[in-house]
Structures are given as C-alpha cells and as structure tokens.
C-alpha cells in the first residue's frame, strides 16, 4: 500500500446522484492528480493541483469538479454523471519543487454509473 | 496525439523467461517513466531515464532510450508469477506533465 488513499475503493451511482471522491497523501507534496483510467486506454489527466491552485483542467466536463482544501487532500465532487463516466479514477501525488518526476498512486476509485 | 503507443498490448510466457515491452512517442521528453499496476489497483513507479541517459537498470529490470527513434523498452529478466500485471510508459513533457501509453498486460504462466 502506498502513501496515497482514496475513499470509497468502489461506488456505483445514478446519474441524478451526487457523490464525491476522496483522496488524502501522507507523504508531504505538494501537487496532486486526479487520473481517468478506462480500459484499454491511457490514462487521462484530468486535474493538477500545485500547492493547492489548479494548473491543468484538460477539458474535463463540468459534472466532475475538483476541490484541494489543502496540500493533503483532494476530492472530486460528482453529479449528473453519464454511463461512460464509468472508470477507476486514480488520485496521485509528488513533490513538485525538489522532484516533479515521480508520481505516487492510490489504489483507485471504482465508479459504476447506472 | 500526444499520447505514447505500447506493444506488444498482451504479452505471455513462462515463469523464467525475459520479457520486453516497448514505448513510442512523438514530442521531445524530460524523462521517460515506467510503471506497474497490479489488477484493479494503483499504479507503482519502477524506474526512471532521462533523456541523456541511454540505459538503466533497476534489479531485474533494465530500461533503454533511444532518443532518435523515439523509443524506450522494458525488459524484465527472469520473469516470476508475481510479475503478472500491466505495464505502463509514461513520457514527461516540458510542462512536466505525464503522457501516458496505453499499457501492456503481461502474464506470467507458472
């Protein structure tokens, strides 16, 4: 297990539901990830975050919205999803000043959209 | 696309072979990554090269760039069953953003 959890491991949802993803790192970076993984696909980058402002928001639809209270926490707050919203949704983190190469991953966020 | 391409997408052999995976990309690079994911799970970073650097090695893994092909491969020695996972490139721009491959699942037959 690494330094990076996220909360809950599995979540199936409606499309009229809200519900948000939580991501916590304990290993003191300062930037932090949220990823898209479908099958068969590369990931996708959906938001970056260094020192808590947003850097990079790749065109992700206004139904997912992201939130970095401080350095250690992100979440990803959810509503009106589509089934192809359907993925793992991986959280990660590095330490973007001494060492931007390196990203830590949580296990991941199994989203099921009925 | 700026993505990065990977083949073989599946790869299978017995338990003590070598296996070889390969990464192509388009754009210039800061470093080439390499990283592992266990079914369903994170991703785990294994190695590293920068764009000077021509090989690594890291235990049974050894990792090559070539800068004017645009190519990295993998190659892990000596394959165990604990291998068995799917193995993904990832380039870093000069934005320092990851660009991804798709990945190729490799399975380990005892």
């Known amino acids: 297990e690494t330094g990076v959890t996220q909360t809950p491991r599995h979540l199936v949802m409606g499309m009229t539901n809200k519900k948000s993803l939580k991501c916590e790192q304990h290993?003191?970076?300062?930037?932090m990830y949220w990823y898209k993984q479908s099958a068969k696909k590369p990931l996708e980058l959906m938001f970056v975050?260094?020192?808590?402002?947003?850097?990079e928001n790749n065109s992700v639809p206004s139904r997912f919205s992201p939130e970095c209270p401080n350095s250690s926490h992100l979440f990803l707050h959810l509503h009106t999803l589509q089934p192809e919203d359907s993925a793992l949704y991986l959280c990660?983190?590095?330490?973007?000043?001494?060492?931007?190469?390196?990203?830590?991953f949580g296990p991941g966020t199994r989203l099921t959209v009925t | 696309s700026q993505q990065g391409e990977e083949d073989p997408q599946a790869l299978s052999i017995q338990e003590g072979e070598n296996a070889t995976m390969n990464c192509s990309y388009k754009?210039?690079?800061?470093?080439l990554q390499w990283y592992r994911q266990n079914s369903g799970r994170g991703l785990v970073h294994l190695i590293l090269?920068?764009?000077n650097e021509r090989e690594k090695h890291s235990g049974r893994l050894r990792v090559t760039l070539d800068t004017s092909k645009k190519s990295s491969s993998l190659l892990i020695t000596a394959s165990r069953a604990a291998d068995t996972a799917s193995y993904f490139c990832?380039?870093?721009?000069?934005?320092?953003?990851?660009?991804w491959g798709a990945g190729t699942k490799l399975i380990i037959k005892p």
């Open positions: 990660a983190s590095s330490q973007f000043t001494s060492n931007p190469y390196e990203q830590y």
């Open positions: 990832a380039f870093m721009d000069s934005n320092y953003q990851l660009i």
């Open positions: 290993l003191g970076h300062n930037a």
């Open positions: 090269i920068r764009s």
């Open positions: 754009t210039s690079i800061n470093n």
């Open positions: 975050y260094n020192f808590k402002e947003q850097t």
